[in-house]
């Protein structure tokens, strides 16, 4: 073979040149991560029931889709949470290597058995089924700098200009709103509607009815009479547009021929569809889209076409709004891929100074050298093939790869150089004579190298994943540099190598004169030594058991994890106050929460984003979470300016903040694997003993976690605490004897009380939704209920407290469940280990 390209050396560098192109082709179509995928595909179902409190969705909307979830292939496990704002998520994992837009697919053909079975306000809401990953790539905040837009202002133009032009976006997964675009809100005066003897169900009537849009046919359409000259579309009734419009409805006429309008019971103004949130950027008012990654999808294409479609969508903001980036973990993997390219390429550069200063021989060491583009754009062709991404792992393992594949281009220079002073033959005859005696040897040390490293892409979960590709880089790398050897290397040395002598190398003068006396020097010293040691060989196999032994006991006391901590640049802050705290109470932790960051870790932090009202562990009022983003790594040298740190210090000052528990955290290493560092663990209701005996358990596995602070820390619920709840019973029988519907009874609590959406309007130009609730002062105390009144069957008006009791119960504001059993998820770390760790259950 070697043979057949030394007579024919342009044939090896067109073999050459075609497996670079390949490789620079390669590059620029493969994806560039941090790290290979390594997180499960996963699918999200998200679904809202307004006004439901967390157990009404569990068991009328997650159950529902739950059980017909079931004979989806490669399925791993299912998890959900529901929650007192009306949300429900079902997340379904599915075995790695699965192709997620199958899985997508399969999961909306069974969420449409389904549907039918679900309440009419869910379906009116619409559910959605995308694959995205569980974490944010990256939050893109809106704030007007010149204060002239409200947050209720900027929310709605990001929702009706911004967030459809993102979740189009090539990779992006699912798009969340910090924030609510504007809703026709008609707020309910319980006394003027018991004035008028009107109630919720009237206007709602109403509102449907005058409030609508009808296809009304045309003039002369066809078929039509003969000779017909006219055809006109007919435009009827159409859609109420302002709030002037829907106060002129009319909902009822009195005998006197007097109208009772909607402005005459309601206050109707342009809000926002809920007021579940509050964000700020640095204090000043705003609104924010958290965005995820599409399972698969690259991390840093995403991110740049993000930026890109919002730069693109900038000129036409209204005047003052500007885009910031609060959060972004994009530039570490940036800079991560950054230094191990600048890592290859000093690799590159060392190898060819270490075989120049060997092989003292300019066109000898060309040789070697050119064998290294060739392999590495060619590993990088075998890497698309494979449909790996360019990595840190990947570029580690040419990094690693340098070193070996330049061994067998070295083996065939050395051995063509002996040939020539052996035999004195020229170096094509040379060539050919060396290529016979070590293409074997060539081929074994390939085999050899590759036996060592083959074993890690058979590795099975994350770990596999992770070091699967690592592995095969270095494989094919070496597979490659076999063939470069086989084929270019003989080529290169019959065409560029000159006759040399034998002491060519000791005729050397200047540096490399006093180098090779050095290095002789540096043999014979090593000779002798082993010489010595062969004369002793105890002794020195006993010093050799205890190197080894020593080493053993080393490896057995450092600590494990799967991978380190990183200062990644960005890390979040977690905020829960107690249960029932309201809206304006958690504002005020999460303003002491900015204002240390702003101000005792000025000189690290760039910018702090909080959400008031939404956190990974559960939306509600007495939740929040603050995004925080630091300087660049530049601008903040020196261990006390880490994040790991920063975040120790925080930790610290936010234990006597007494309102409430906030947890900094760092972000894990992969951020596809989560939102935190440490672990996750469910703890399954699988007797379904009820709520309250898993609370009591999670509350018992807690207490033992805290005796163990020398093995785990930060150890906490994933979840909100069980809140106050005020739980209303009507007696059905007095109910009916009252002539009263029950489904009147049911749509006046949850308008009044939870609000209902009606039907739509349009809003320069998009649809928007109209939502009827009670006005805040009538639905603020409990007694409140007892003025909301019911039409019974004979027309007369009653009120609530002649068929209802009332009393308060504790429920939780967040229900989770695993694989269709109820759970609760809790999450820790490891304490910092210095002792081996001992097995505890």
Known sequence: MANFFIQRPVFAWVLAIILMIAGGLAILKLPVAQYPTIAPPAVAITATYPGADAQTVQDTVTQVIEQNMNGIDNLMYMSSTSDSAGNVTITLTFESGTDPDIAQVQVQNKLQLAMPLLPQEVQQQGIGVEKSSSSFLLVAGFVSDNKSLSQDDISDYVASNVKDAISRTTGVGDVQLFGAQYAMRIWLDSNAMNKYQLTPLDIINQLKTQNDQIAAGQLGGTPSVPGQQLNASIIAQT???????????????????????????????????????????????ATGLGIKLATGANALDTASAIKSKLAQLQQFFPQGLKVVYPYDTTPFVKISIHEVVKTLFEAIILVFLVMYLFLQNLRATLIPTIAVPVVLLGTFAVLAAFGFSINTLTMFGMVLAIGLLVDDAIVVVENVERVMVEHKLPPKEATQKSMEQIQGALVGIAMVLSAVFIPMAFFGGSTGAIYRQFSLTIVSAMALSVLVALILTPALCATLLKPVSGDHHEKKGGFFGWFNALFDRSVEHYSNSV??????????????????????????????????????????????????????????????????????????????????????????????IAFISLKPWEARPGAENSVE?????????????????????????????????????????????????????????????????????????????????????????????????????????????????????????????????????????????????????????????????????????????????????????????????????
Do not use: C
């Open 239 to 285: 859609r109420l547009k302002s709030p002037e419009e829907f106060g002129r409805v009319t909902l009822k006429v009195n005998q006197d021929g007097s109208m009772v309008h909607l402005k005459d019971v309601a206050r109707i103004e342009l809000g926002g569809e809920n007021y579940n949130m509050v964000t700020k950027i640095n204090g000043q008012a």
């Open 531 to 624: 010489s010595g040691i062969l004369r002793k060989t105890g002794r020195y196999l006993v010093v050799y058991i205890i190197i080894v032994g020593g080493m053993a006991v080393l490896f057995l006391r450092l600590p494990t994890s799967f991978l380190p901590e990183e200062d990644q640049g960005v890390f979040m802050t977690m905020v829960q106050l107690p249960a029932g705290a309201t809206q304006t109470r958690t504002q005020q932790v999460l303003d002491q929460v900015q204002n240390y960051y702003l101000k005792n870790e000025k000189a690290n932090v760039e910018s702090v984003f909080t959400v008031n009202g939404f956190s990974f562990s559960g939306q509600g009022q007495n939740a929040g």
């Open 645 to 841: 740190a920063i975040v120790g210090r925080a930790t610290k000052a936010f234990s006597q903040i007494k309102d409430g528990l906030v947890f900094p955290f760092n972000l894990p290493a992969i951020i596809e694997l989560g939102t935190a560092t440490g672990f996750d663990f469910e703890l399954i209701d699988q007797a379904n003993l009820g709520h309250t005996s898993l609370t009591q358990a999670r509350n018992e596995l807690l207490g033992m976690v805290k005796a163990h602070p020398d093995m785990l820390v930060r150890v906490r619920p994933n979840g909100l605490e069980d809140t106050p709840q005020f739980k209303l019973d009507v007696d059905q029988e007095k109910a009916q004897a009252l002539g009263i519907s029950l489904s009147d009874v049911n749509q006046t609590i949850s308008t009044a009380l939870g609000g209902t959406y009606v039907n739509d309007f349009i809003d320069h130009g998009r649809v928007k939704k109209v939502y009827v609730q009670a006005d805040a002062r009538f639905r603020m105390l409990p007694g409140d209920i007892s003025n909301l009144y019911v039409r019974s069957a004979n027309g007369e008006m009653v009120p609530f407290s002649a068929f209802s009791t009332s009393h308060w119960v504790y429920g939780s504001p967040r229900l989770e469940r695993y694989n269709g059993m109820p759970s609760m998820e809790i999450i820790g770390e490891s304490a910092p280990v210095k002792v081996p760790v001992r097995p505890w259950r």
